[in-house]
C-alpha cells in the first residue's frame, strides 16, 4: 500500500510528571499551565521531497545539532521499522520540532518529542496504529534512549490525565481531584534520568516494598471513591525521595516553605530535579509559587508555574 498526499499536520504533546510521588513507574500526569502557555513541544510535518528536521524553540540548543542523533529521526526510523510489516511504503516530510521544555528537567521532555513525534506520523499515515501501539512504539524509545522501559511519561503524555501504567503497558485512566493545583517548580539544572535510576537502590527490604504497594494501592482507592482527606494523608515516597533528593538543589527548603504555604505535598517530578507542590485552592497554589520563587537558586534558567492536571494529552492543533 501506497499513501501519498499532501498534508500539514502540527501537533502538541504535554509536559508530565511521572511517578506522582506514590507510583514509582507506575503514576504520571500530563498537565497545563493555568496561565494558557503551552507546556509541551509541538511538532509539525509536512508531505516534502526528502527528510528535514528543523528544531525550534526555546530549548533547540539543547539538543544534538546533527539530526542523525535526534530523538525525532530515531522515531521516524523506528516508526517506519513498524510500517514495513503492515506493507507501507515510508513517506518522505519535513518535520519542525519546537523544543519548549527544557532536556533532563523531570518535565517527560524526552518522552514529549517522542509522542509528538509518533502521534504526528500516525496520524499522516492515517492511524495505521492502535492507541496501544503507539503506547508500545513510545516505550520501546524510551528504551533507546534512556536504556529502561518506563510509560510513565509517554502515557500521560499520549493519552492525558492521570494514568495508572505497568510495565508491560497496560494503563488505566485514574479519577483526579479537579478543583487541585500543582505547583512546579524547576531549578534550571539538567538531571539525567539514566543517572538517576542507578543511585537507586538495586534491592529493597520486602517490608519497605510491602509498605509502598500498600500506600500505592490505598492512593488508587482513594481516587476512585473521592477521598481527598485520605489521599492526602498518603503522598509520601521513603523508597526513591531520599536518594534523589541530594541531586536538587534547594529540594529541603523548596518542600518545607511549600508545606508552610498551605501544599497538601511535594515530591520530585520523574527523576528530576523539577519538584512540585500539590494545593487544593488557588490562594494557596498563588503563595506556595511566591515562596518557591523567593528560595529558588539564582538561575536564569530556574522557572515555577501553576498547572492543572489535563485530561487532553496529545492532540492535533
Ligand atoms: N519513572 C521514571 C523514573 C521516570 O523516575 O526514573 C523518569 O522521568
Redesign the pocket.
Known amino acids: 500500500m501506497v499513501i501519498n498526499q499532501m498534508k500539514k499536520i502540527k501537533i502538541f504533546a504535554p509536559a508530565t510528571i511521572?511517578?506522582f510521588i506514590v507510583g514509582?513507574?507506575s503514576l504520571?500526569a500530563s498537565i497545563e499551565a493555568i496561565d494558557g502557555s503551552y507546556l509541551g513541544e509541538f511538532l509539525t510535518i509536512s508531505s516534502d521531497e526528502k527528510f528535514k528536521l528543523e528544531i525550534t524553540g526555546k530549548y533547540a540548543h539543547q539538543l544534538p545539532q546533527n539530526p542523525d542523533d535526534n530523538i525525532i529521526t530515531k522515531c521516524v526510523e523506528n516508526f517506519h521499522r513498524q510500517l514495513a510489516n503492515k506493507k507501507i511504503t515510508p513517506q518522505n516530510f519535513s518535520l519542525i520540532l519546537e523544543k519548549n521544555l527544557p532536556v533532563c528537567s523531570?518535565l517527560?521532555s524526552s518522552?514529549s518529542s517522542i509522542v509528538a513525534a509518533i502521534f504526528a506520523l500516525n496520524i499522516y499515515y492515517d492511524k495505521v496504529f492502535s492507541d496501544e501501539e503507539l503506547l508500545v512504539l513510545a516505550g520501546q524509545m524510551e528504551y533507546i534512549i534512556?536504556g529502561?522501559i518506563?510509560y510513565?511519561?509517554v502515557a500521560p503524555c499520549l493519552l492525558g490525565g492521570l494514568q495508572l501504567i505497568t510495565s508491560s503497558a497496560k494503563n488505566k485512566a485514574l479519577p483526579w481531584f479537579e478543583d487541585w493545583f500543582i505547583i512546579i517548580y524547576y531549578p534550571g539544572i539538567e538531571t539525567s534520568?539514566k543517572m538517576?535510576?542507578e543511585i537507586?537502590p538495586k534491592n529493597i527490604p520486602l517490608r519497605d516494598a510491602v509498605e509502598y504497594w500498600q500506600n500505592f494501592a490505598l492512593f488508587i482507592d482513594a481516587l476512585h471513591s473521592d477521598d481527598q482527606k485520605l489521599a492526602k494523608s498518603l503522598f509520601n515516597d521513603e523508597l526513591?525521595e531520599p536518594h534523589?533528593a541530594k541531586l536538587i538543589p534547594n529540594f529541603d527548603l523548596a518542600c518545607k516553605t511549600s508545606l508552610e504555604h498551605g501544599a497538601i505535598a511535594f515530591g520530585?517530578?520523574?527523576?528530576g530535579p523539577t519538584c512540585f507542590a500539590i494545593a487544593d485552592s488557588i490562594e494557596n497554589a498563588n503563595k506556595i509559587q511566591s515562596s518557591l520563587e523567593l528560595n529558588m537558586p539564582s538561575n536564569e534558567h530556574a522557572f515555577t508555574k501553576i498547572c492543572k492536571i489535563n485530561k487532553k494529552g496529545a492532540r492535533v492543533i
Open positions: 511521572a511517578n514509582f513507574d504520571g523531570g517527560g518522552a534512556n529502561s518506563h510513565d511519561n534520568t538517576a535510576r537507586l526513591i534523589r520530585i517530578s520523574g527523576s
